[in-house]
């Protein structure tokens, strides 16, 4: 009988657990949204790079990125389909396969940072400790194509939002840390936290942040998330 009560009470707790990173998706993004947000890396040196993004996004696994600036990288942009990623750049004019583990600005945050899908569509819940005033999620990559095999993600109880996120290799490396910051109200319900700073002991010394100005919830069509638009985004702001 014991085993039986233990059973169900471990499973309320996963359905439970399942349940908060689905806010948590909830919170961070509308399903249907696009959004500006600069990335700005920062060298040991103290030397500063900034791009500024125009992204959207539709359900768990679709998002498409343009740069704006600077001027050398601007027309450029990104689309992710699940784990499935492409970049066009204008000279090329036809767009080129890249990775999840692969950064196209450089800097700490790779590819998957900059065009996150919902932590739901990636990962499952293994376990979740409460610690007060906050959740550790201990989150499992659903397969290999993942760019992290493992995230400890501390959510806020309060806010349902995310603090600090560590992501790990299938040995048990840290590769980054994630410190999702600064409280902000971008309307229509949105909050969220505007600021998400990176560092990692790979890259010693180096800092990335990535800073939302703003998100909107709008519908889009399925036809803007394909490789035949890929260079056509432009056309899809207001």
Do not use: H
């Not at 979740?128 to 109880?157: C, P």
């Not at 180096?206 to 069509?221: D, L, N, P």
């Amino acid at each position: 009988m014991k085993k039986i009560i233990l059973f169900l009470l471990t499973t309320l707790a996963l359905f439970g657990a399942e349940s908060i990173l689905e806010q948590v998706d909830k919170k961070l993004s509308p399903s249907s949204a696009d959004s500006y947000k600069k990335l700005i890396n920062i060298e040991p040196d103290g030397s500063k790079k900034e791009f500024l993004l125009y992204q959207i996004k539709k359900g768990k696994d679709k998002i498409v990125s343009l740069f704006l600036q600077p001027d050398s990288e601007k027309g450029r942009s990104t689309l992710r389909l699940d784990e499935n990623m492409w970049l066009y750049l204008p000279d090329v004019g036809k767009p080129i396969r890249i990775t999840s583990m692969q950064s196209v600005v450089g800097g700490v945050f790779n590819n998957s940072d900059i065009m996150q899908l919902d932590f739901s569509a990636e990962y499952d819940i293994k376990s979740q400790t409460d610690e007060g005033a906050t959740i550790v999620l201990d989150l499992k990559a659903k397969n290999e194509t993942v760019a992290y095999d493992k995230l400890l993600m501390e959510v806020d109880k309060k806010t349902v939002t995310p603090t600090k996120i560590s992501c790990y290799t299938s040995t048990g490396m840290l590769i980054k840390t994630l410190y999702y910051k600064e409280m902000k109200d971008f309307g229509g319900g949105i909050v969220r936290p505007a600021v998400i700073e990176t560092d990692s002991p790979l890259y010693k010394g180096y800092k990335s942040i990535m800073v939302y100005g703003k998100i909107t919830a709008r519908e889009f069509a399925d036809e803007m998330f394909t490789i035949e638009n890929i260079g056509k985004v432009q056309e899809f702001r207001k």
